[in-house]
Nanobody, 123 residues
């Protein structure tokens, strides 16, 4: 069992930045990802990282603005979000999978989830 705890959400104006953190209770040697869900919308995969070699994956809408990274020593994954837009407003969730997965931005591939942290971007 892996427990995930997110932090770092908040309210910012468009163009601002936030850094989300996700601390895992144990080392996850597979994939970790960030997902988001806005009211009335489906959950969307935002970014993912393969713990083994730091390979990163992003959904098209955040490429060049968001960066996912990890600190193995702290069992922590970060999501640096720059140039935030109102459409980035959502609850952001951290997820982990201890096995190899092919569809890294599909939530159904992940076994463990955090409780979420709210990100609100005002125009």
């Amino acid at each position: 069992q892996v427990l995930l705890v997110e932090s770092g959400g908040g309210s910012v104006q468009a163009g601002g930045s936030l850094r989300l953190s996700c601390v895992a209770s144990a080392y996850t040697h597979g994939f970790m990802g960030w997902f988001r869900q806005a009211p009335g919308k489906e959950r969307e995969g935002v970014a993912a990282i393969y713990i083994g070699d730091d390979t990163t994956y992003y959904t098209e809408s955040v490429k060049g603005r968001f960066t996912i990274s990890q600190d193995n020593g702290k069992n922590t994954v970060y999501l640096q979000m720059n140039s935030l837009k109102p459409e980035d407003t959502a609850m952001y969730y951290c997820a982990a999978s201890r096995r190899w997965i092919a569809r890294v931005l599909f939530g159904s591939e992940y076994n463990y989830w955090g409780q979420g942290t709210q990100v609100t971007v005002s125009s």
